[in-house]
């Protein structure tokens, strides 16, 4: 096995783990400010890449896929059904309409390209739930910054693959998630409970 093969089979080992961390707090902690359709493109993405994993001959990023899609789909059900299958109706929608037509008419490497812009759009709702949402305690941070990580990972995996639409995807994903991470990181209580003991009040 290659140095890059090995990279890809870690980021989709570890992808599962950081998704299993999120469900766990999901059905523990609760689902204050989890986002149904950003989880609900989640999942419906999921559709590319095993389509794509399965073209370019990659386990690694078929596996990646078909571990955490049931994971994304209970994060989803502990939101509830109610709400989260109109989201996953729109998500379908949004990935066929944005990614799947332009990957069928212009090619593998265009849909590669065209789902960093569903990467962003699919974060835009989390970081909505994030500045409105009464509480976000339900949203880990951890999980957020050690999926940029893991994202860093395939990056490393398809810039090797030369695979340009796909590492764009990457490059866009990981600065959203950055977003995320750091809005989470402000609107958690308990983190400005520390950042008020080291700096005082005024600081928070």
């Not at 386990?59 to 899609?69: H, I, S």
């Not at 699919?122 to 957020?144: C, F, H, K, N, Y």
């Not at 977003?179 to 005082?200: Q, S």
Request: net charge neutral; with cysteine; charged share 10%.
């Amino acid at each position: 096995m290659s140095v890059v093969t090995a990279i890809g089979w870690i980021g989709a080992i570890s992808g599962a783990v950081m998704t299993y961390v999120q469900f766990r707090r999901a059905k523990l902690v609760g689902v204050d400010g989890i986002s149904p359709l950003t989880w609900s493109l989640f999942l419906a993405m999921g559709i590319f890449w095993v389509a794509y994993g399965i073209h370019l001959g990659s386990a690694c990023m078929v596996a990646g896929t078909v571990l955490v899609a049931p994971l994304q789909a209970g994060v989803l059900l502990e939101i509830g059904l109610g709400e989260s299958w109109k989201s996953f109706l729109i998500a379908l929608g949004v990935v066929l309409v944005t990614i799947l037509v332009p990957t069928a008419l212009f090619g593998w490497n265009i849909g590669a390209a065209c789902i960093g812009i569903i990467m962003i759009a699919t974060r835009v709702p989390q970081i909505v739930d994030l500045i409105v949402a009464p509480s976000v305690e339900g949203v880990s941070v951890m999980s957020w910054a050690l999926s940029s990580v893991n994202l860093g990972l395939w990056l490393y995996y398809y810039v090797d693959n030369h695979d340009s639409g796909a590492a764009l995807s990457m490059v866009a994903t990981i600065i959203t998630n950055l977003v995320i991470t750091g809005l989470t990181l402000r609107r958690h209580e308990h983190v400005k409970a520390v950042l008020r003991r080291w700096w005082g009040s005024e600081a928070v």
